[in-house]
Structure formats: structure tokens, C-alpha cells
């Protein structure tokens, strides 16, 4: 049984930051691309940022340089560090791991943390 479980969501003032961790357990054989969506009320899930197993990264342009995605192999975790938080930042953020198990590689994602950005 594979789980992703993630931390860290809060309520945070806009300028503020917050810092999200997930970490993978379970049967894993290895782990490929990791990264982090998020839903905002009434919207569909949008990609906030990826990392592969290289290090290489993806970010969506209304995160560009605000968001760093980083992972921890050995440990199976990944995170993300949110800074100048703004307003429409608020969503459920739920993190992603492509896993191989000994059935094959498959998509796992965590239940979810709540980000409110609000004075």
C-alpha cells in the first residue's frame, strides 16, 4: 500500500510564506517525477510545479519565481517552499508521484492541504 501524506497547509497574510512537505511510503520500488497541484474552489486541478527524478523542474508561470519545488530521494519526499503569497494562492494543494511498485510504474496522489492566503 503506497501513500503520499502531506503537511504544512495553514492559514498565512499575503506577502507570507509556508512550506509543504510529502512524503511517500510504502512498498516502493522507485519514484519518478514528484510534484505538487492545487484546486481552487469551483476550478479545476492546475499543475503548480514538478521535478523529476534528475532534479529537472517545471513551474507554472503564475508561481515563476515566487515557488521553489525540491525532493529528497533517499528520504521520498518532496516539497515546496511558497513565498509572497498572494490572495488567489488559496487552494487545496495535493501532491503527485508517478511510483513503481511491483505491479508497475502508477499515479499516486496525497488527500490534499488546505493554503488560505488571507489578511
Known amino acids: 500500500q503506497v501513500q503520499l501524506v502531506e503537511s504544512g497547509g495553514g492559514l498565512v497574510q499575503p506577502g507570507g510564506s509556508l512550506r509543504l512537505s510529502c512524503a511517500a511510503s510504502?512498498?516502493?520500488?522507485?519514484?519518478?517525477?514528484m510534484g505538487w497541484y492545487r484546486q481552487a474552489p469551483g476550478r479545476q486541478r492546475k499543475l503548480v510545479a514538478t521535478?523529476?527524478?534528475?532534479?529537472?523542474?517545471k513551474y507554472a508561470d503564475s508561481v515563476e519565481g515566487r515557488i521553489t519545488i525540491t525532493r529528497d530521494t533517499a528520504a521520498k519526499t518532496v516539497d515546496l517552499q511558497m513565498n509572497s503569497l498572494k490572495p488567489e494562492d488559496t487552494a487545496v494543494y495535493s501532491c503527485?508521484?508517478?511510483?513503481?511498485?511491483?505491479?508497475?510504474?502508477?499515479?499516486?496522489w496525497g488527500q490534499g492541504t488546505q493554503v488560505t492566503v488571507s489578511s
Open positions: 510504502g512498498s516502493i520500488f522507485g519514484i519518478g517525477t
Open positions: 503527485y508521484a508517478r511510483i513503481l511498485v511491483l505491479a508497475g510504474g502508477n499515479d499516486y
Open positions: 521535478i523529476t527524478n534528475d532534479g529537472v523542474t
